[in-house]
């Protein structure tokens, strides 16, 4: 690696500035290293409702608890006895009969109180208290797989914060500014030629906005996932990447507001797997949020921040066509503090046991250093064909 691309990222933020058009909006963040696998980490910002995107109809309160929000399990896909898909997911339904998807219900991380930035925080470092841990789990990932040819460079103004740390890692967007001409983009190569800072940056701008398919993509869900495949299709590109999604919060008007992210998510993940090509058959992606949902709807059509909720794992190496979950009911007297549904599987667990199996590396080993503020627990197993 060459030593410009140890300059810190304070460096590499001012330089964005300067870059202008090529280098704002942070959606996706990335990191090289040496495997054949790639990694995704897709982050449901606002605490999206486990029970109504994986849907426990054949509970006898699920129905009763829900009331108008309850889904008709006859609009939705049938998964197994007891759990449907929420329509919206047609995509990921597919990908479920392909034993390409396991859904893992009543999962939840450490965190049992209901601020989206601190839940957000312990999920994306992997402690078990608000701010408690400085980097994040994705970021330690990185540090644990052999180290690529060349270190990642941030292209955003922020890295998520499962991805900081101290092994560098790189972010990029699309601006929804005017791109810049050729003959622009030349003459401030030339401006930069000898400046033995701004120089290499300016190469390392130009070489990973040549990494995407479609300089223009990026602005919808679709174009998202075509653009993390382009990165991480690549021989020599990414095997780590996060994206994130927001709007997950329905206090209000839900139906319409979850099934339109729903819908996102889902052209989303069909880009990314279509993008990818054979390479998805190497990719595990796992979709995660905060926390769930109250079990019962309120009020105002919606729902209020809770507890347990449902994680999504697709790849085309999964183990799949499965729902794995730990029923906790959702009678009154099985409710978290009566109103939650219960999380009876750690969020750590399906992590680390999908990240250990995907780089082959000893689980336990994995969970330590993801996670080593949680309670030891047994990271899943058996969730790729080939583990």
Not at 275 to 288: N, R
């Amino acid at each position: 690696m060459s030593d410009h691309h140890h300059l810190p990222r304070r460096d590499l933020l001012k330089f964005a500035a300067l870059g202008g058009a090529m280098l704002v909006a942070p959606r996706m963040a990335l990191a090289a290293v040496e495997t054949d696998s790639r990694f995704v980490f897709i982050i449901q910002r606002g605490a999206a409702d486990g029970l109504n995107i994986v849907i426990p109809y054949a509970d006898p309160d699920y129905a009763k608890l829900r009331g108008a929000l309850a889904i008709d399990p006859a609009r939705a896909t049938k998964l197994d006895g007891q759990f449907a898909l929420h329509p919206a997911l047609v995509q990921a339904a597919a990908m479920y009969g392909q034993k390409q998807a396991i859904f893992v219900h009543a999962t939840a991380s450490p965190y049992r109180d209901r601020s989206h930035f601190d839940g957000q925080n312990v999920l994306e470092t992997g402690g078990t208290a608000p701010y408690a841990v400085r980097d994040g789990w994705l970021n330690r990932l990185v540090g644990l797989l052999p180290k690529a040819r060349d270190e990642a460079i941030a292209f955003a103004p922020t890295v998520p914060p499962a991805l900081r740390g101290p092994a560098e890692v790189a972010s990029y967007a699309p601006s929804a500014l005017p791109q810049p001409t050729d003959d622009l983009l030349l003459r401030v190569g030339r401006l930069y030629q000898a400046d033995p800072q701004l120089h290499p940056l300016w190469e390392a701008a130009r070489e990973a906005r040549g990494m995407a398919a479609d300089e223009n993509a990026g602005r919808a869900p679709a174009d998202l996932g075509k653009l993390a495949a382009s990165f991480l299709s690549r021989p020599d590109g990414p095997r780590i990447a996060m994206l994130e999604t927001g709007g997950w919060d329905t206090h209000t008007g839900q139906d319409f507001r979850l099934t339109a992210q729903l819908k996102a998510l889902d052209q989303m993940l069909a880009a990314l797997r279509d993008g990818l090509g054979d390479t998805w058959s190497k990719t595990v992606v796992v979709v995660a949020t905060e926390f769930g949902r109250t079990a019962a709807a309120n009020g105002t059509g919606g729902t209020d921040h809770g507890t347990g909720s449902a994680a999504m794992l697709f790849g085309g190496g999964l183990k799949g066509g499965r729902v794995i979950a730990d029923w906790p009911g959702l009678a009154q007297a099985q409710l978290y503090q009566q109103r939650d549904l219960n999380a009876t599987t750690g969020l750590d667990s399906v992590i680390a046991g999908l990240a250990a199996e995907a780089f082959g590396i000893e689980p336990d080993r994995v969970r330590r250093t993801l996670f080593a503020q949680a309670p030891a627990s047994r990271p899943l197993e058996g969730l790729l064909q080939r583990a």
